[in-house]
């Protein structure tokens, strides 16, 4: 579903501050797989799901989704058929227009329904039957400006717009991060309840190493601009948070070191 070939990132070519973000990097995802990405600072987690969603170009390499070379097409033209979460609940809403206005821009994004301006009857339908997903009263607030939200309401909504168009790929990116622990697990539960019913194939990185190894059905560790773990199956089922640890130390011959990542287990 995913192909992720070859792929090389830097940024500042040739100068002082030249930074190898992504190395030959490859990765491939079969339709429905939902993968968590762990690593340490500036491993390449955020540069990956950048390049798949076109917001840098990639220097060498190619990335195909269901078969389609897209790695030279623009990110707005990407954003038809790949959802984002971006940690900030800030980004992914327009906090002057109404939830029902968000809601609708975002189901018109992925081209359902032969969409035209505005809100009708059956979309409000769909808007409040999603929000209901959500247990925080949205749905009968539709008229309700999104800067008026409280961050966890926020990034919930924004949730729901990433997926309401039913996209090929998800992209989270700590999506949970800038909430407080409550939110954040509200959040994530959410998420994996429309993930589980859209069958949504997704790439979630994650500070916490619990919620990597818990979420979905495959977990890989980057360093470096790397994979250098692909963790799945039975293997992933029993582990432990010590034990990727250890691998992650025999596989780079490094300590781990994110202090927020350890500190988050």
């Excluded at 939902?34 to 950048?50: C, D, M, P, R, Y």
């Excluded at 360093?223 to 432990?240: F, P, S, V, Y």
């Amino acid at each position: 579903m995913l192909d992720v070939n070859n792929v090389t990132k830097i940024f500042n070519r040739g100068n002082i501050n030249e930074k190898v973000a992504l190395t030959g990097l490859s990765l491939h995802l079969d339709p429905g797989d939902v993968v968590t990405i762990i690593g340490s600072n500036g491993a390449g987690k955020s540069t990956l799901l950048n390049v798949v969603a076109g917001v840098f170009p990639i220097d060498k390499g190619e990335i195909l989704i269901e078969g389609r070379a897209v790695h030279k097409e623009p990110e707005h033209v990407r954003a038809a058929y790949i959802g984002r979460v971006f940690q900030d609940p800030n980004l992914g809403t327009a906090a002057s227009m109404t939830i029902e206005e968000n809601l609708a821009l975002a189901l018109r994004r992925g081209n359902r329904l032969g969409l035209r301006r505005g809100t009708g009857k059956k979309r409000r339908e769909l808007f409040r039957e999603r929000l209901k997903l959500l247990g925080l009263g949205l749905e009968d607030r539709l008229t309700t400006k999104v800067g008026l939200l409280s961050g966890g309401q926020r990034q919930a909504l924004t949730v729901i717009m990433a997926t309401i168009a039913a996209p090929k790929l998800l992209l989270l990116d700590e999506h949970t991060a800038a909430l407080d622990p409550k939110t954040a697990q509200t959040v994530l539960e959410l998420t994996e309840q429309v993930i589980a019913q859209e069958q949504l194939t997704t790439l979630m990185v994650t500070h916490n190493m619990e919620q990597a190894l818990r979420v979905g059905n495959r977990t890989i560790m980057m360093h470096e601009g790397r994979i250098i773990l692909d963790i799945k199956g039975a293997k992933r089922q029993n582990m432990k948070v010590s034990d990727l640890l250890q691998m992650f130390e025999k596989a780079s011959g490094k300590t781990f070191a994110n202090d927020r990542m350890l500190l988050s287990n």
